[in-house]
């Protein structure tokens, strides 16, 4: 039963399991170096040049109006810009320094490695196990022992598993709007990735329901690497280690300011940055 | 631009021979016909089309009395059919209530489901002899043209069922707002809104009629003439193929094939026309 | 008010209009049941034909019906599905042989079906060999409700929204693991209606057949046999056959029952995906 959203969020009344935070914010080393990327569809540039270095066990938020060119960037970290039949990206991904770019890259390892949130919760038209245990089987887990671990851990991750223990063959799409989201964010995570993108993860929900996976996402941080795009910028405050900010200039998406959150923030470099943050602009 | 999975490659490729055979049913179909028609038209297209008559055991292979008895008997099956089935739509949308109209609609359905097999029994049985009594023999063009109107009539009337419920109810209701009767709405408003969707499926029924076969053949008479009178027995290209086609042997057989031929040009006209009709976007600004 | 006249003119018409209608399906319905219920039974249903089918029943014309509908369904089913499958998955919006193939199919839809009789007894009947056989007509059949099969099934396809495919492809997944495990079991109802609304259509077809699966009207012994269809023997009672309408309006009445049992097959299978298009707000 799905109670728990309505209570407040100081209490945990799901299983947290065991998940360490980690060093709040981790070593400067960065696990994805994206350098110089672009992102064009149907000859149109969305994006122009993008350089930034994503932390390991960090949270980076994308912040800046609707536009700038964010879920693009998302879209290309993964390839699912392979998906748009006229989608053209140019530059260098480089995750532990091998270019994802590449053609030769494999595709099914690649998004194995690095898993996307979307707006909308998307669960699959099947039960909860089966919603799980599908990309686990897919990609080669087949011992019944194996899976039951596997996706145990993953709803304990994310809250749900006290919740559902005892209707796993119930139909997922049964399950609230937040249930749901935080369903497919577990369906991510079984499949152990080291990056999670995730693209306005909360904009689909309700406030309590938001409320909720924004505090599993910040329980998230220090096991895994989260891009989160975020139109909220109290959120991104809240959550996030880095932050990117985005403009569009001449219609075209830019990275304006780059660095951790705290000095963006309160002391950006770039004075577009400054207004936008103090709600001045955008 | 991007790999697939060779699974998935295997599976598209699989799949696109499939595709594949499939588009080249239509090909073939025409293919055939061209080839089994092709002695008789080497002989000389334009002797189908002269006067001399549907006499193929002398090898007169005249068609136009047959192509004007199709023509003929579509022309009417359609002039009693969209009256008819477009106020039975109009009936639909317009005057009866919902849960009459859903029933209503499964009649309709239900009428056109029937077989023309059937259809035909019917008329042979039940039709002819009443016409007969007024005018015999009773097979003719006038019973082929009612009883191929009852056939084609479901058709018009769910098209244009279709056609109506598209109209927005919005402009129906600016319309009621102006001060429009039910009727003045209708003719005014939903009936001009609707046109393309309600000529396009009318479109569809003549196409229908043009092809039928088994109901013509049951309740036309199937005397080869010219037709001049609406008691007359006549005979359609469709129900000649049928007729003939057991015994028909070399340059005959390749005679009714061209008469297919020409059946599939007559329905290609009718579809582009109503593809055309389609182009030509017509909206209330 | 000032087209008082007028509307009260054309309301009558109306009305007389759905009065036609009625009266006439009325009439032939009526017909139908009063001239064709007498000769039913059991027997009727079971038995083979005598006396040029006058007497007997109808237990072979079944038999080969059946058999032509399942090659019909058999050969449609299968290719109907890989090319909705292929037209949906694998080609882009636009693309020539998408477009070529979906236009040769409407114009399949629109080829009067004495012609379809005509192709396939050149093709398969000659050109392949088969003769006069529930083989070759049930071939015939096919190339006939695919169209309308590839329509439906697309459609139900096309109807799911992206957010599945798109998940399926951040997880990583094969598109065939997702069609297989997703998507197709979701179209299960679309795939349903138009695998009976093909049925339909083979069903109450006469002039296909006439060529292709042929008159015999004994028990077929093997596809490649000769059999009669239930549409083809009412025919040939009504036309050929003297005294024959009483069994033609028995074997009749067969054959609409047949076809109402499966539109209301596919009127169950329609109101099941929308059932769980609400309930799940699947689309």
């Known amino acids: 039963m799905a109670i728990t959203e309505s209570q407040s969020s100081h209490a945990t009344p799901y299983t947290v399991g065991e998940m360490q935070a980690g060093a709040p914010c981790c070593e400067p080393v960065p696990l994805l170096q994206i350098r110089n990327l672009s992102v064009a569809y149907s000859g149109q540039k969305a994006l122009d040049g993008i350089s930034l270095d994503i932390h390991r066990g960090c949270i980076t938020a994308l912040i800046g109006p609707s536009g700038c060119g964010k879920t693009s960037l998302l879209s290309s970290l993964n390839r699912m810009t392979d998906l748009l039949p006229n989608a053209r990206v140019e530059g260098r991904i480089l995750l532990d320094g091998v270019d994802l770019l590449a053609p030769s890259c494999d595709l099914t390892a690649l998004r194995r490695r690095i898993g996307l949130i979307f707006q909308k919760p998307n669960p699959f038209p099947l039960s909860i196990w089966r919603n799980l245990a599908l990309p686990l089987k897919e990609h080669g887990t087949t011992g019944k022992a194996e899976l039951h671990e596997k996706i145990e851990r993953a709803l304990n991750d994310v809250g749900l598993w006290e919740e559902v223990k005892d209707r796993l063959d119930a139909p997922a799409l049964a399950l609230s709007g937040g249930q749901q989201q935080r369903l497919c964010i577990a369906r991510a995570l079984v499949l152990e990735p080291e990056i999670l993108l995730m693209d306005e993860p909360c904009s689909a929900l309700d406030p309590i329901a938001g409320e909720v996976v924004e505090q599993l996402i910040r329980r998230l941080q220090g096991r895994y690497t989260l891009v989160v795009v975020t139109h909220n910028l109290a959120q991104a405050r809240r959550i996030a280690n880095y932050a990117a900010f985005f403009w569009m200039r001449e219609r075209v998406g830019n990275l304006i300011e780059f660095g951790a959150c705290e000095n963006l923030f309160a002391q950006p470099t770039h004075k577009l940055t400054a207004a936008y943050v103090n709600g001045r602009q955008g | ?285 | 008010m000032r087209h008082r006249w007028r509307d009260r003119l054309l309301t009558t018409l109306l009305w007389l209009s759905i009065a036609v209608l009625l009266a006439a399906l009325g009439w032939l319905l009526a017909d139908l049941v009063w001239r064709g219920w007498p000769g039913l039974s059991w027997s009727f249903l079971l038995d083979a034909p005598r006396d040029a089918g006058r007497a007997g029943g109808i237990g072979s014309i079944l038999v080969a019906t059946g058999l032509i509908l399942l090659v019909a369904l058999g050969t449609a089913l299968p290719l109907g599905l890989g090319s909705a499958i292929w037209l949906n998955e694998y080609t882009r919006a636009g693309s020539r042989a998408g477009r070529w193939t979906r236009l040769s199919l409407d114009i399949l839809a629109g080829v009067p079906s004495i012609v379809f009789g005509l192709f396939g007894y050149a093709f398969f009947g000659l050109f392949l060999g088969l003769g006069y056989s529930i083989l070759s007509g049930g071939l015939t059949l096919a190339c006939m409700i695919l169209p309308i099969l590839i329509r439906t099934i697309e459609q139900g396809l096309a109807a799911q929204g992206d957010d599945w495919r798109q998940a399926g492809a951040a997880l990583g997944m094969s598109r065939a693991s997702l069609l297989w495990q997703v998507l197709l079991p979701v179209s299960a109802p679309a795939i349903a209606t138009g695998t009976l609304l093909g049925m339909g259509r083979a069903s109450a077809e006469t002039a296909a057949l006439l060529f292709t699966s042929g008159y015999v009207d004994r028990m077929p012994e093997a596809l490649s046999d000769s059999g009669r269809a239930l549409s083809v023997h009412i025919y040939d009672l009504a036309m050929n056959v003297s005294g024959g309408d009483a069994a033609a309006y028995s074997a009749a009445l067969v054959l609409i029952v047949l076809i109402v049992f499966i539109n209301g097959l596919t009127l169950g299978a329609s109101q099941v995906w929308m059932r769980k298009r609400v309930s799940y707000g699947y689309y």
């Open chain 2, 1 to 285: 631009m991007f790999r697939l999975v060779t699974k998935d490659r295997a599976l598209g490729s699989a799949l696109m021979l499939i595709a594949v055979l499939v588009g080249s049913i239509l090909l073939l179909v025409v293919g055939f016909l061209a080839r089994e028609s092709w002695p008789a038209l080497n002989e000389g297209p334009g002797a189908f089309f002269s006067a001399s008559g549907w006499y193929p055991m002398e090898g007169r292979f005249g068609l136009l009395p047959m192509l004007w008895a199709s023509l003929l008997i579509t022309a009417g099956a359609i002039a009693l059919a969209a009256p008819l089935g477009l106020m039975n739509a109009i009936a639909l949308r317009f005057f009866l209530p919902p849960g009459l109209a859903a029933g209503y609609r499964a009649l309709l359905a239900l009428l056109a489901g029937i077989p023309s097999v059937v259809i035909g029994l019917w008329g042979l049985v039940s039709l002819v002899p009443l016409i007969a009594l007024w005018q015999p023999p009773g097979a003719g063009l006038l019973t082929a043209t009612l009883v191929l109107a009852l056939m084609i009539l479901p058709t018009v009337a769910l098209t244009s069922s279709s056609a109506l419920h598209a109209v927005p109810s919005d402009w129906l209701r600016g319309s009621a707002a102006l001060g429009l009767s039910r009727w003045g709405t209708i003719t005014g408003v939903a009936l001009p809104a609707a046109r393309q969707g309600i000529i396009g499926g009318m479109l569809l029924a003549m196409a229908r009629a043009v092809g039928e076969t088994l109901v013509v053949l049951m309740v036309a008479g199937n005397v080869v003439q010219m037709p001049s009178g609406l008691f007359d027995p006549v005979r359609t290209l469709t129900a000649n193929i049928a007729l003939e086609m057991a015994y028909a042997m070399d340059l005959h057989r390749s005679a009714l094939f061209v008469s297919g031929l020409l059946l599939v040009a007559l329905v290609t006209i009718l579809a582009l026309i109503a593809g055309r009709l389609g182009q030509g976007q017509v909206h209330a600004a």
